[in-house]
Nanobody
Framework: QVQLVESEGGSVQPGGSLRLSCKASGFTYSAYCLAWFRQAPGKEREAVASIWTGNGNTYYSESVKGRFTIDHDNAKNMLYLEMNSLKSEDTAMYYC?????????WGQGTQVTVSS
């Protein structure tokens, strides 16, 4: 049974940094996608970043490229999202996801708030 459990998010001032973690377990594929999605109030859900466990290929949305880094520790089954130079528009519920399509399975979500 696949389980995705995010760490607690948090509040940070604009320009600050935050690191999200997600424990990903139960996958039986030899390689699969892990990703972070986010959804802000009144906005559509957005794919933020993804990584393919087989070869480490990554994807970033234009809105976070150069500021966010996605990483995966195969040995620990952990997914990370390092977020730097945070902006108020990064405020959202962040979800850890995974599977062959990157969004077959979802975590419960964790709130990130960027505010002065």
């Amino acid at each position: 049974q696949v389980q995705l459990v995010e760490s607690e998010g948090g509040s940070v001032q604009p320009g600050g940094s935050l690191r999200l973690s997600c424990k990903a377990s139960g996958f039986t594929y030899s390689a699969y996608c892990l990703a972070w999605f986010r959804q802000a109030p009144g906005k559509e859900r957005e794919a933020v970043a993804s990584i393919w466990t087989g070869n480490g290929n990554t994807y970033y949305s234009e809105s976070v490229k150069g500021r966010f880094t996605i990483d995966h520790d195969n040995a620990k089954n952990m997914l990370y999202l390092e977020m730097n130079s945070l902006k108020s528009e990064d405020t959202a519920m962040y979800y850890c996801t995974g599977g062959e399509t990157c969004k077959d399975y979802w975590g419960q979500g964790t709130q990130v708030t960027v505010s002065s």
